[in-house]
Each structure stands twice: as structure tokens, then as C-alpha cells.
């Protein structure tokens, strides 16, 4: 039902900063639950970070403290800044998008949202290519 669409992928030098976009249309955008994901070459793909429709956020390890994940739902966008940027943050990235869970939402966050099989719509990818 959601079309996602995906811009500002590029390139940045270790320690640098990008910002992801991901557009929505189709449907109503603060109805979904967002999150983004990662695939690096030879690795399988991972979840990054997600944001649940009331704004609440949740990060892996690995951007924990260098990446925001943020939602203007006026313009149906949703961002990824990252800053602090590291070499391991190479990789293909998407933006995914699923109705809002029924149940709490909090235990989404924690149990569902770097699940990549519960999502339902996916952007088309966004490079980001790291370099020292």
C-alpha cells in the first residue's frame, strides 16, 4: 500500500556524516512503523534502526550512539543521520515500512522491529560507500 523511496546515499571519509531520506505515498504515513536496514557485501542483511509510530526509537549496537533515526510525518519522510562514520558502515542501505503493530509498542521495538520478515514495503536502496 506504501511506496518508499530512497535519497542521499554517497560517498564520506571515516569520521564524516550522511543523511538518508526515504518518501512515502500511497498511503497514511504515521499509520506505519519504519525502521532501516543494511546488507554489506557477503553479509546478510541487518537491522540498523526503528522508529514506531509514536516516535519511540530503537538502534543496534553497532550505530547505537552515532546514528538518529527521526519521522516528519507532515512530509511523510522518514531519516537516517548518520554521523561518526566508520568503514564497517559500508553497505547498501533500505528503508522498510510495516502498519503499526497492534500490541505494545515498546515490545515491538525490542522483538520485531530489526526482523526483516515483518515488514511489509521496502525502498529501493541507497549506497553508502566509506572511506578512510
Known amino acids: 500500500q506504501v511506496q518508499l523511496v530512497e535519497s542521499g546515499g554517497g560517498s564520506a571519509q571515516s569520521g564524516g556524516s550522511l543523511r538518508l531520506s526515504c518518501v512515502a505515498s500511497g498511503d497514511t504515513f504515521s499509520k506505519y512503523s519504519l525502521g532501516w536496514f543494511r546488507q554489506a557485501p557477503g553479509k546478510k542483511r541487518e537491522g540498523v534502526a526503528a522508529?514506531?509510530?509514536?516516535?519511540?526509537?530503537n538502534y543496534s549496537h553497532a550505530v547505537k550512539g552515532r546514528f538518529t533515526i527521526s519521522r516528519d510525518n507532515a512530509e511523510s519522510t522518514l531519516y537516517l543521520q548518520m554521523d561518526s562514520l566508520k568503514l564497517e558502515d559500508t553497505a547498501m542501505y533500505y528503508c522498510?515500512?510495516?502498519?503499526?503493530?497492534?500490541?505494545?509498542?515498546?515490545?515491538?521495538?525490542?522483538?520485531?522491529?530489526?526482523?526483516?520478515?515483518?515488514?511489509?514495503?521496502w525502498g529501493q536502496g541507497a549506497q553508502v560507500t566509506v572511506s578512510a
Open positions: 522498510a515500512a510495516v502498519p503499526s503493530p497492534r500490541g505494545v509498542r515498546v515490545e515491538w521495538l525490542r522483538l520485531g522491529a530489526f526482523w526483516e520478515g515483518g515488514y511489509t514495503s
Open positions: 522508529i514506531d509510530s509514536e516516535g519511540d526509537t
